[in-house]
């Protein structure tokens, strides 16, 4: 897919759903549960953790499951978990951010992702607990998020880890704190081999095509962005600073390769585009992958949807051949 699709007037037209991805939006709908934003937040985060695995592959099993803390800055202990297909070797790593718009998601939602990529790339996982809103408002998701990164780079050994061979990754809001990190580890001169942003989040307003033309959904829609960056922000300046939105960015030139996995039917995948773009634009190496027919979180929607299975293939192999070249 390229431009061509964003260019489209609004209300036009939209891309159909794959026969399966249709199957499981109507079953969804039928289900009749709330939207998270009819709920209080911390409603919220219960029902997403509580259907979070629903349409998930089998839990893999892995030769080591390590939980542990990370310091953030202001003392508070960042709860993470390494996933590792070896118990004893010392393995490159992915630190992974979960998705949930800053507000929902936490290291379970996201364990059978993180077990799944683990053992089809060979390498670790590092799955973070940043903390959320709205308990904690911006920047603290990129607070955490960066913390965490850095740790990683300077402390990892500790853990296993071949701090020499990283990349950061995540998906949705994740993805957006996965691209702040690249940013900062360029400004760092800490070594990064690959960000991988799933369907991220880089604009500070969501005003583009496909967002006018998923206002209503599936799954994301416009009232959901409302409600999540409503919990997030602490004032309408918090958009125009790049950490909310890696486009606004000055540069970036230098930030490590990247892998962007795209949903075509999803409000973000205008903003994933553009970002991509940016990334080209400076000379970035950009791998574009952009899934016909399926909507944001597919990515989690292995036991339903075949293109969950292909990104997650796409994804393990992006990172296996970053982290061992």
């Given at each position: 897919m390229n431009k061509t699709l964003a260019a489209v007037a609004p209300g036009t037209?939209?891309?159909p759903l794959t026969a399966k991805m249709a199957g499981v939006v109507e079953r969804m709908a039928r289900a009749g549960h709330p939207s998270l934003d009819q709920l209080t937040p911390e409603e919220a985060k219960a029902s997403y953790e509580k259907g979070a695995g629903v349409l998930e592959v089998p839990k893999p099993a892995l030769a080591r499951v390590d939980d542990f803390t990370i310091p953030a800055r202001d003392g508070f202990a960042i709860p993470a978990r390494l996933y590792a297909p070896s118990a004893t070797a010392v393995l490159p790593a992915l630190m992974y951010f979960h998705g949930g718009?800053?507000?929902v998601g936490n290291i379970r939602t996201h364990d059978t992702l993180c077990r799944v990529l683990s053992l089809k790339s060979g390498c670790a996982v590092v799955s973070v607990d940043y903390r959320l809103a709205p308990a904690f408002k911006f920047p603290t998701a990129s607070n955490d998020a960066w913390d965490a990164f850095a740790f990683l780079a300077h402390e990892g050994g500790r853990v296993g880890v071949d701090v020499e061979r990283l990349a950061v990754g995540g998906d949705s809001a994740g993805g957006t704190l996965a691209a702040v990190c690249a940013i900062l580890?360029?400004?760092a001169g800490l070594p990064?081999?690959?960000q991988m942003l799933i369907?991220?989040?880089t604009a500070a307003h969501q005003d583009t095509a496909s967002h006018q033309r998923y206002a209503r959904g599936p799954l994301l829609t416009e009232a959901l962005i409302d409600y999540f960056f409503g919990q997030y922000v602490r004032t309408p300046a918090d958009r125009d600073d790049w950490r909310f939105a890696p486009l606004l960015a000055e540069d970036v030139d230098g930030v490590a390769p990247a892998w962007i996995g795209l949903a075509e039917?999803?409000?973000?995948?205008d903003e994933g585009i553009a970002y991509a773009d940016k990334l080209r634009a400076a000379g970035?190496?950009?791998d574009l992958e952009i899934y016909r027919g399926v909507i944001h979180e597919f990515l989690k929607m292995g036991r339903a949807i075949p293109e969950a299975l292909q990104a997650q293939d796409?994804?393990?192999r992006a990172l296996k051949e970053a982290l061992n070249p």
């Open positions: 037209w939209q891309p718009g800053f507000t580890a360029r400004d990064l081999a690959l369907y991220p989040g039917c999803d409000p973000v995948v970035v190496a950009v796409d994804a393990a």
